[in-house]
């Protein structure tokens, strides 16, 4: 068994010619370079298949296709554009975006795609109380906060705190809270508040009503608790953070959880009811603006006004109308009051309630009031929840940005582990404590600090298709460190330590993962290799071909004086339409004509006394564009006049010149020239490839092709 040594910093993504296949068989050979039978044959399927081209092309045919497909890419090379940093960074971009699929647990991400979707069905009600503690926190403040909590549940399930678990509680709350003479008043206000939040937790269970809502006042550090009690009203999956999510999905009616870890803190819930999902629906209305200070008088005036609406709704007015007229929502007035459609907990709770309850489209409500104002709101249209096909595109997107696509990437992270026989030194990694010091806290620890440590294994992986085992040292680690760090509030060095390793051993996990994807996946290898490929030969087109033929202006003159006769124009007539307002003002045109009147002349005579009788438009016509003057196609003053109805004018008609095909100039067909002097030059280009490679086809691959 071979075993070296992998700077963590060395581990990329491995080429291409890494996973040349040499025993796989050669269906052609290019000046000598083997292509093989995978690569055409892949190709081949990909764009002969009946969804690309009904008239699929024979196995034969399609050889002439794909070897000068391969000479514009191996001339590409040959020009050096495959060392482009533009080439490689946009090459780079793509490969990260055809990765991401597999640096994840697809069969997790599919489960969690179903159970969003089933979770989407069921709506819950429930309250919370929480308590904050920093995802980062260091142990003996999460103790303190989950103790804390736990002693809140177990008021609120009939276990009373005793005097001997307020007084173990209080001991761990000093200890969390760490005060000093040198405390400042805030950290004593912060310890005395939690104390006397965990002291009061008796009095407001006996304060009547809702318990839960009376210690969520009381205790909860989620600032909206002082008024809703705690209260989420309904919410569905992708509503809330996945392991409180979680959490309620799993509770019965009526139960309280154990304390539920997110990013916020500590939590415990009360689911209070589930029903089914209410679905979408698409409503308009109508609102009077609450303002802001306003007195009772003003707020009477609004009630009126609101009522006056109802009234004018109630006579038969339309709602839409009224809506445009009356209503203080702008954005939706203009649309007839009509909003987006809208599920649970997407608007405030009265007016997701007033809408819910009307039973049929069309059916508006009473007046009723949000804290944004008084509404009135009309049912337009209601559907359940969507199929999941027709919603998987919007929960992958949503699932994307959501903490639950962690799962994924964790159960991945597993996967490499057991595949490649991870292995660990934990004395290695402990040692870090004896070179780990503020600094790091700072942004400024340095690697060499790490140095006296050695290169001690920290962990290693046995990769089965090279036969090697692959190790991490510590000065791999110490280098991560060192790029990684960022100025952070100080918190205990095990902890920075453990935090870091984790991240460092994922990371590194992920990367050789990527590293590995073009020998452990062919279709990806495939993929990644039509899209370089693809990206060569663009860049070698638009140089040789489509950027030649816009900027060398020599040549596209040259190639435009031989073939002008290619662009030329059809018969045309340049025609002066005199469009007069009647009858009388036509004859005067036609008098100053024949006194060889000029059209400023004329214009300015005729218009003295209104600007509405003639105007003048000169026009060159292609034969065959206008009736009119095809009907008179030649030089002259028209004898008849023109009748146009839709304009309700009369028109005399000059045509000036009759004139016959003609060549047309390189700006007044450059976009035709261009696109054929691309087509020259390509063929040209063509014709130089074709003599400069040599393609060698071997039969007797080709015929296993199907």
């Known amino acids: 068994m071979k075993k070296r040594t992998l700077g963590f910093l060395t581990l990329t993504a491995v080429g291409f010619t890494a996973f040349a296949q040499t025993t796989e068989p050669v269906i052609m050979t290019i000046n000598g370079k083997p292509v093989y039978k995978s690569e055409f044959e892949n190709v081949y399927k990909k764009n002969s298949g009946k969804e690309v081209n009904k008239e699929q092309k024979s196995v034969k045919e399609y050889v002439d296709l794909f070897s000068t497909f391969k000479m514009k890419v191996f001339e590409a090379e040959a020009n050096g554009l495959d060392t482009n940093s533009s080439f490689k960074t946009e090459l780079a971009g793509y490969r990260k975006q055809l990765a ?25 009600k429930a309250s919370h109380i929480l308590i904050r503690v920093a995802e980062d926190a260091l142990p003996k403040d999460t103790i303190e906060a989950y103790t804390r909590l736990m002693i809140i549940r177990d008021a609120l399930t009939g276990k009373n705190p005793t005097p001997a678990k307020l007084t173990e509680y209080e001991n761990l709350l000093k200890k969390s809270a760490g005060l000093t003479k040198s405390s400042t008043h805030q950290d004593s206000v912060n310890y005395n508040s939690k104390l006397s939040a965990v002291r009061g937790i008796t009095s407001a269970l006996s304060s009547g009503g809702d318990k839960f809502a009376a210690v969520a006042k009381k205790t909860s550090e989620d600032p909206s608790a002082a008024e809703n009690g705690g209260d989420l009203g309904y919410f569905t999956s992708l509503q809330m953070v996945y392991p409180f999510e979680t959490a309620a999905f799993k509770t019965n009616v009526g139960d309280i959880t154990m304390p539920v870890r997110t990013r916020f803190g500590y939590h415990i819930l009360k689911v209070n009811d589930k029903r089914p999902s209410q679905g979408e629906i698409l409503t308009a209305h109508i609102m009077v603006k609450f303002s802001k200070d306003m007195g009772e008088k003003d707020k009477a005036n609004l009630k009126t006004k609101i009522d006056e609406i109802y009234t004018k709704l109630k006579a038969g007015e339309k709602f839409e109308d009224l809506a445009r007229q009356f209503s203080d929502d702008k954005p939706s007035a203009e649309k007839g009051g009509q909003l987006q459609w809208f599920g649970s907990s997407r608007m ?69 582990k057991k595949e490649n026989n991870f292995k660990e030194n934990a004395v290695a990694k402990k040692e870090f404590l004896k070179v780990i010091d503020s600094t790091v806290f700072q942004g400024r620890w340095e690697a060499k600090k790490a140095e006296k440590l050695g290169k001690k294994e920290l962990f290693s992986l046995f990769n089965k298709e090279k036969a090697a085992v692959i190790i991490f040292t510590q000065a791999d680690f110490a280098k991560y460190i060192e790029t990684h760090q960022t100025a952070r509030p100080k918190t205990d060095f095990s902890m920075f330590l453990n935090q870091s390793y984790k991240e460092f051993v994922d990371e590194t996990l992920i990367n050789y993962e990527d590293g590995n994807l073009e020998s452990k996946y062919p279709e990806f290898r495939n993929l990644l290799k039509e899209y370089r490929d693809g990206i060569l030969l663009f860049d070698l087109t638009d140089q040789k071909v489509w950027s030649k033929a816009v900027k060398d202006t020599a040549g596209l003159k040259a190639f435009y004086e031989q073939n002008k006769n290619n662009y030329l124009w059809d018969e045309r007539a340049d025609v002066t339409m005199y469009k007069c307002a009647n009858d009388k003002v036509a004859k005067e045109v036609r008098g100053m004509l024949k006194k060889n009147k000029s059209e400023k002349e004329i214009t300015e005579t005729i218009n003295k006394t209104s600007q509405l009788n003639v105007s003048v438009e000169n026009i060159t016509y292609l034969k065959g564009e206008n009736k009119d003057v095809d009907a008179n196609w030649k030089q002259g003053v028209v004898a008849t006049d023109i009748k146009d109805t839709k304009e309700n004018k009369v ?42 490679y040599t393609v060698k086809v071997n039969e007797d691959v080709l015929n296993t092709v199907k």
Do not use: C
């Open 651 to 692: 028109t005399v008609l000059v045509v000036n010149k009759v004139m016959g095909k003609t060549p047309k100039t390189i700006a007044e067909a450059k976009g035709m020239i261009t696109a054929d002097y691309q087509n020259y030059l390509e063929k040209e280009w063509l014709a130089y490839l074709k003599n400069k």
């Open 100 to 124: 991401a699929p597999y640096l994840t647990d697809k069969n997790v991400n599919d489960a969690l795609l179903q159970e969003a979707y089933d979770r989407m069905k069921t709506e819950i």
């Open 348 to 416: 405030p709770i009265e007016f997701e309630k007033a809408a819910f309850a009307l039973e049929n489209n069309g059916d508006y409500s009473a007046p009723f009031t949000t804290t944004y104002g008084w509404h009135i709101v009309k049912r337009l249209d209601k559907k359940g929840l969507a199929s999941f096909a027709d919603m998987k595109g919007d929960l992958k997107q949503r699932i994307g940005k959501d903490s639950r696509t962690q799962a994924g990437k964790t159960s991945l992270i597993e996967k490499i």
